[in-house]
């Protein structure tokens, strides 16, 4: 079983609708990473939290809009996506956030745009 | 841009077969970690190497740095069904984020 959950599974939305991926963690980990994954694609990084402060943006369209509410928890707000935006959404974390930590993912939301 | 190039691509054999994946990058990296993403999950850390020509064993999977710390292959003996799925190499890009490698898909028939 992963340590880092993420909901829901499965998301399809259209592409004027706003919805919301989660991720949780309860392992004391200080940074929180958003990934998107295309099929049979390395993820791509989207964002990282370190200590619950944006850290890292990678010119990541506004219709994508993170948010850390606190240590354990990273949202990912979206809201008139595309559908190239069709794709796994992957959180993941580590200990302090140094890039040669070692990175937890969950097991991702595959979303699909209509 | 540290890029980090995964051969092969895509590799399907049958069970009880051994298998080599390479990793390499024409930059140096302070270490490597390999990972595995199963179909439907999210990728999991196998092993992380840090220093040049180390070895790392793993059950049946053999994991090398090389020396100059540029390139690093996996090694699987007797392959397993349960050995499917995407192999990803990872290195350190800055302070906080990590490259990737293109990715190897292996497919172990039964």
């Known amino acids: 079983d992963t340590e880092v959950t993420q909901t829901p599974k499965h998301l399809v939305m259209g592409m004027t609708n706003k919805k919301s991926l989660k991720c949780e963690q309860h392992?004391?980990?200080?940074?929180m990473y958003w990934y998107k994954q295309k099929a049979k694609k390395p993820p791509e990084l989207m964002f990282v939290?370190?200590?619950?402060?944006?850290?890292i943006n990678e010119s990541v369209p506004s219709r994508f809009s993170p948010e850390c509410p606190n240590s354990s928890l990273l949202n990912l707000h979206l809201h008139a996506l595309q559908p190239e935006d069709s794709a796994l959404y992957l959180c993941?974390?580590?200990?302090?956030?140094?890039?040669?930590?070692?990175?937890?993912f969950g097991d991702g939301t595959r979303l699909s745009i209509l | 841009t540290q890029l980090l190039e995964q051969s092969p691509q895509f590799l399907s054999i049958q069970e009880g077969e051994n298998l080599t994946v390479y990793c390499n990058s024409s930059?140096?990296?302070?270490?490597l970690q390999w990972y595995r993403q199963e179909p439907g999950e999210g990728p999991v850390l196998l092993v992380t190497?840090?220093?040049?020509?180390e070895v790392k064993k793993l059950k049946r999977l053999t994991f090398q740095f090389g020396d100059a710390r540029k390139d690093s292959s996996l090694h699987i003996t007797a392959a397993q069904p349960g050995d499917t799925g995407l192999y990803l190499c990872?290195?350190?890009?800055?302070?906080?984020?990590?490259?990737f490698g293109t990715g190897t898909k292996l497919q172990v028939i039964p």
């Open positions: 993941a974390s580590s200990q302090g956030g140094l890039s040669n930590q070692p990175q937890h």
């Open positions: 392992m004391g980990h200080r940074a």
């Open positions: 939290y370190s200590y619950e402060k944006l850290s």
């Open positions: 930059s140096v990296f302070s270490s």
């Open positions: 190497v840090v220093t040049g020509g």
């Open positions: 990872a290195g350190p890009r800055g302070y906080q984020k990590v490259t």
